[in-house]
């Protein structure tokens, strides 16, 4: 069975934990749990014809952006930048951790996850930061770890990309 490393990266509370729990486990919890390093997880889906491990790295969430280990992404196949929508200082974090997580794995596909989709009255991220991402080429996906809404959608859409040109069903 072929495993790929996904990493889920970004700022302290932006939703990283939960939405690996509601993928893999479908659950939610109000209660806020800091992720102390690394936190590992697998879900097995299907693309193609294959079975594929999926090993996600819940790596601890970080506002000073040089405290991002970056060893933890070396073989990473692709990666996640989570940004809380109620919080526009996030997305200055993720944009500095891209930056580093270039430096040192390269080019590999990662997604940005706008998470709290549930409470999008109380965004600070606005539709025109949204539209700057997309302008500069980045995937850019709404969640909601609480409803689950596009959670599914946007571990899917990333695993197809970590596999073309070779068509993905998951």
Known sequence: MQQKKICMLGAFAVGKT?????????????????????K???RVVTVGDQAVNLILWDIAGEDDVSAVRMSYLRG?????LV?????????????????RAEDEI???PFTVLVNKLDVREE???TDGDLAELE???WS?????ARTGEGVEAAFCALTERMFRPSPAAC
């Open 135 to 137: 302008r500069a080429g």
């Open 76 to 80: 990473a196949s692709g990666y996640f």
């Open 18 to 38: 939960s939405l690996v729990r509601r993928y893999v486990d479908s659950i939610f919890s109000d209660a806020y749990l800091t992720t102390v390093g690394v």
């Open 106 to 108: 390269g080019s590999v």
């Open 40 to 42: 590992i997880d697998k």
């Open 140 to 144: 850019v996906m709404l969640t909601s």
């Open 83 to 99: 940004v809380d929508g109620t919080r526009a200082a996030t997305l200055d974090v993720a944009r500095s951790i891209q930056r």
């Open 123 to 125: 965004w600070t991220v």
